[in-house]
């Protein structure tokens, strides 16, 4: 079920507004330790999906440069944010810390590379770990939100739903319409060393922006099915 990321993640964000809503306020020190120990998780699951497809190091590195070069161009870090910001300004008419706690949680949980990058693997190969590993760390946050802003951050899960399994939806279909097994683990593979750059900006070891890199995503697998198609016919 390609949508189970997603729904699992929006099950998580409203387990922590729950939880968070029955404990006091959670203190600093005790939010950085759960939070670089998710960092660590989502590193270990990022480095676990690129060591995957070692056949394709070159098609992944390749995919990196010009992914990179695409995102920067496009300046695709800076949409995601503006978009988070254009929704903030649009909602400040609208009173109450209810409003307040919708809009902030929706910005945390959805403007982000792990939410595409995961709904990306969930809906291409049915694969969960990512949204999984995010859905900890929305969980944490949705507590931490809760204890500070009260319970409209449960609204915050359904644009999360929403917004996840339109993607996830969306890389279905295409991963159905390609059914090559190679060209998806090379896409696969990519996305895990994007995971493994949130983790590293999770960590505070380095901000990295990963949102220029997502082009990388969709590069490789036109990559692995071009060049080997190209090489044929030279050589047929």
């Avoid at 090559?180 to 960590?203: D, E, K, Y």
Wanted: charged residues 10%.
């Amino acid at each position: 079920m390609f949508l189970l990321g997603s729904l699992v993640n929006a099950g998580a964000i409203l387990f922590g507004v729950f939880v968070g809503f029955l404990i006091p306020r959670m203190s600093e020190r005790f939010q950085e330790a759960m939070m670089q120990g998710l960092a660590l998780a989502v590193m270990l699951i990022g480095l676990d999906m690129a060591l995957k497809d070692s056949q394709d190091i070159m098609y992944i590195i390749v995919s990196l440069v010009i992914g990179g070069l695409l995102g920067t161009w496009w300046d695709v870090e800076g949409k995601l944010l503006g978009v988070g910001r254009m929704v903030e300004s649009r909602t400040r008419r609208v009173q109450g810390s209810t409003a307040e706690a919708f809009v902030t949680a929706s910005l945390v949980f959805c403007v982000g590379a792990m939410a595409i990058v995961g709904a990306i693997q969930s809906g291409v190969s049915g694969v969960h770990k990512t949204l999984y590993a995010k859905s900890l760390l929305d969980m944490v946050s949705a507590i931490v939100f809760t204890t500070t802003m009260g319970l409209g951050v449960a609204l915050a899960a359904i644009p999360v739903l929403i917004y996840e399994g339109a993607i996830a939806t969306i890389s279905h279909f295409a991963g159905a319409v390609l059914q090559n097994p190679p060209v998806i683990a090379c896409m696969t593979a990519t996305g895990g060393l994007l995971i493994v750059g949130i983790g590293i900006s999770l960590m505070g070891v380095k901000k990295i922006n990963v949102g220029n890199l997502l082009p990388a995503m969709f590069v490789s697998p036109v990559l692995k099915w071009l060049v080997p198609w190209v090489m044929q016919r030279l050589h047929g």
